[in-house]
């Protein structure tokens, strides 16, 4: 399996390529809107709770303070 910063590389890619070949379609922004809101969802859950990327610095919900 690809490193996770790789994989997150070839996802953000991937829905660029995508979200580009819809705007030369015509796509109505609205629909592109959609779209890209469900994809960020799916990206999210893929992703899944508190992956924790560069050798595990910091928490994954942004709270920094000291237990």
């Given at each position: 399996?690809?490193?996770?910063?790789?994989?997150?590389?070839?996802?953000?890619?991937?829905?660029?390529?995508?979200?580009?070949?819809?705007?030369?379609?015509?796509?109505d922004?609205?629909?592109?809107?959609?779209?890209?809101?469900?994809?960020?969802?799916?990206y999210?859950?893929?992703?899944?709770?508190?992956?924790?990327?560069?050798?595990?610095?910091?928490?994954?919900?942004?709270?920094?303070?000291?237990r």
């Open positions: 399996m690809p490193q996770p910063r790789t994989a997150d590389l070839v996802v953000f890619l991937a829905v660029l390529a995508t979200a580009a070949a819809l705007v030369l379609r015509g796509t922004p609205a629909t592109l809107t959609t779209v890209t809101v469900a994809v960020s969802g799916l999210a859950a893929w992703r899944g709770p508190g992956r924790k990327d560069r050798a595990g610095e910091g928490r994954s919900d942004g709270d920094t303070r000291e």
